[in-house]
Structures are given as C-alpha cells and as structure tokens.
C-alpha cells in the first residue's frame, strides 16, 4: 500500500493539471468490442480502436488511457465533444516490423512509437500506435495532436508545438489506472540559453510555418504556454482564446484571432518582459535539488525546505524530493512526518537498503526501538555490504 502526506500547503499553479488529474481518476469506459476478422475493434465514448492480429488483449488499457488522455485535454480546450464527426481512431501494433511496413504504405515516416496521420478527409485521419513492452514515448504528444485537430483541423503552430511539449510528461500508470502529471522542463536549458532572444510572442502567435528557426520556434512556443499556464493572469486569457478557433479556418486565419483576443487584453511588451523573467528564474528539477542539498548542508533549512518542494511539484512521483523532505523533518525531530516522507521516497522507486536505514535511525530517534531494529535488519539484508557493519552495532544497543 502507498503512503501519502497531505501537503496542501504546497500546491498552487504548478500543479493545476496535477489535481485535474486527481479527477479524472475514475472516468468510465462505455466500450464495445467487436472482432472484425483478423483484427479487433474497441469503441469507447470517443475513440475506436482497431487491433492488428496479436494486439487485442492491450485494448482496454490502452483505451482507458487514450480516454484519460482527451478528457485531460479538454479540462483545459473545452471544446464541444457533441461536434466530433467521428469517433478518433486509433490503429494498435504489437510487432515492430508490421507497425512500420503500415505507416510506410501510408507513406509517413517510421521509427518512433506513434505517429497521428492527419489528412483534410477526416475518415483517413488516425493515430498508429505501437506497444511491443518498450516505453512509450510519443503517445503523449501525439494524441494530444489528434484531439487538437480532431476539432481544429489547421490550428495555430503555436499551439501544436507548445503544447505538444507541454503535455508531453503525462505517463498513464497501468497499474493504478490513472495518469500520472509531471511537469515538463526538458526544453528549459535551451529556453534560458535564449534568453531575451526568445521570439517574441507576436511572432510566436502569428508563426504558421516552421522555417530555419525551426528549433527556436518549438523552444519559444512552449515557453509561451508554460508561462501562461502557470500564470493566475494570464491562464484565463489563454485558455479563453480556445474559444474562437473554429474548424472551419485556415491556420493563419485561427492565429489572427487568438492575436486579436490577446491584444484586448495583454500588452505585449510587458508579456514579453514577464516571460523572458519567468524563464530566467525558473529552474529544473535537477537545480532545485542541487540546491536543496546545498542548503541543507549549510543549514538553511528554510532555503532547503524551498527547493525541495518545488522539485517535489514539478516531479511529484520522483523519490529524491521526498527523502531529502524526509531529512529536514528528522532534523526537526518531527519523526511521523519524517517516516511519511522517506515511505513515499520508498514507494517512488527510491534506495530501498538507504531508506530503511535511515527508517530504523529514525525509528530509534522517536524511540521506537523493536521497528528500528526491524528497518536496520532489513536494511542490512538487501545491502549487507553498505550497511551490515553499520547495522551490528546499532541494532546491539537497542536491544540493550
């Protein structure tokens, strides 16, 4: 069983679609199966699912998942689902060689692990998928690309790239049945090397055509939609502006009006100011935690404590965060809170031998002797060669 801290205190914009998600947790699946020959075909609320042979019994968690997935998305969109011409379709590979001799014959390129096929004829668009038991990498991107033009067929560029990157961090944990949000900053570093040389966001809102500054371009729309979706002034802006795409206008005639929504509201040199600010002090999760333990180490505990729960809000299922968490709340003599925290270090994939080591010391602190001996011991079991030797003497006297 998982154990959870409730830290309320900690959560604010960052983890909007954390909580989305939260909500989600349950969404139902109104499915039909249906073999069709050799393949077989899944309908749910809002997909249909084809199997190529071999693939049919991955249907239904891929379906709860691709359905997670479009509610997420329209949390955010809110687009009239009671619009879709048809339901999105989903084509699922489990072999590599068929799933790309398929996309070849569609001519796309293969080599990833989904791709959507858009065309101006809605009956040929899908989405191929391939689950042969390697991490799924594109499925997050992608799927949201379908969902995007499954109502605006010629959407701003802007938001394709942006928000394509921004969602890109959505795991589904099959297990649980949910998903899973972690912020994505992978393109960061390349945003902060831009600095004030960001593109502007006129330009990023009227770009329809990804030319030399290719890079740039993806680099600076996610900035974008990062900024605006953890910014309490400008989220309702952004997300209002959804409102006037319609699927009837080219991508250009789309991107004038989300400008002109934008330009009611927004002075764009202060936008721009406030995000090359917001980039610059953002930092990554690997920064906060440098930091962190940097402060920790020079006793500035509130510092510490700072940058531990922001890498903990950008990477909620991350096991560091959690420890060092754990580490202040020890030094504080706070020992509950301290076991809740290196426990949720544990179930997050953390050093399991470390953990129970620093578990039974904790235990011993809050004296609680017989349950730190049972942690020293465990600890020792799975790693004797760190950890007996420091274990023996321990565990000898508190059995004194």
């Known amino acids: 069983m998982k154990h959870y801290v409730k830290l309320l205190a900690s959560i604010n914009a960052h983890t909007l679609l954390a909580v989305i998600i939260v909500l989600l947790h349950n969404v139902p699946l109104a499915a039909q199966a249906a073999g069709t020959g050799t393949n ?28 997670l997935r479009f509610e997420l998305y329209n949390r955010v969109f809110r687009f009239n689902t009671d619009l879709l011409q048809t339901p999105l379709r989903i084509r699922l590979f489990t072999n590599r ?51 995007l033009k499954a109502f605006i067929p010629h959407p701003p560029l802007w938001m394709v790239e942006g928000f394509g990157i921004y969602f890109n961090q959505i795991r589904f944990d099959a297990e649980e049945g949910k998903l899973l949000y972690e912020e994505n900053l992978s393109w960061l570093d390349s945003a902060k090397s831009l ?34 979706m953890n910014s309490s002034e400008h989220y309702r802006t952004l ?8 699927p009837h206008n080219t991508a250009e005639e789309n991107s004038r009006v989300v400008m002109e929504r934008f330009s009611s509201w927004i002075d764009f040199n202060t936008l721009q100011s406030e995000l090359v600010e917001y980039i610059a002090l953002r930092k990554t999760f690997t920064e906060h935690i440098t930091e962190g333990r940097h402060y920790l180490e ?36 706070n020992y509950d809170l301290a076991e809740n925290y290196f426990l949720l270090s544990l179930d997050n994939g953390g050093d399991q031998a470390l953990i129970m080591f620093t578990l039974g010391l904790n235990a011993a602190e809050a004296d609680r002797r017989v349950e730190a001996i049972g942690w020293l011991e465990r600890a020792a079991a799975i790693d004797p060669q760190r950890y ?9 006297i508190l059995r004194r």
Not at 106 to 135: F, K, M, P, S
Not at 195 to 201: D, E, K, Q, R, V
Not at 301 to 321: C, I
């Open 298 to 333: 020079t006793g500035n505990t509130l510092m510490a404590d700072y940058n531990f729960r922001s890498a903990n809000e950008q990477r909620p299922f991350h096991y560091a965060p959690y420890y060092y968490l754990g580490l202040l709340s020890y030094y504080d003599n």
């Open 40 to 67: 077989t075909s899944l309908r749910t609320a809002h997909y249909e699912i084809i199997a190529e042979p071999g693939a049919a019994a991955l249907l239904p968690g891929l379906a709860q998942e691709l359905e």
């Open 97 to 147: 060689s068929s799933y790309d001799l398929y996309l070849s014959m569609r001519q796309a390129i293969a080599g990833t692990d989904a791709l959507y096929l858009h065309y101006n004829n809605h009956i040929w668009r899908e989405l191929v998928v391939l689950r042969d038991g390697n991490d799924s990498t594109m499925l997050a991107s992608q799927s949201f690309f379908q969902f």
């Open 239 to 246: 997300t209002e502006s959804f409102l006037f795409l319609t």
């Open 195 to 228: 600095g004030a040389n960001l593109i502007s966001p006129q330009l990023i809102l009227t770009a329809n055509v990804l030319e030399q500054s290719a890079q740039n371009m993806r680099v600076s729309s996610w900035a974008l939609v990062s900024f605006m």
């Open 388 to 396: 007996r030797a420091r274990t023996e003497g321990l565990i000898q």
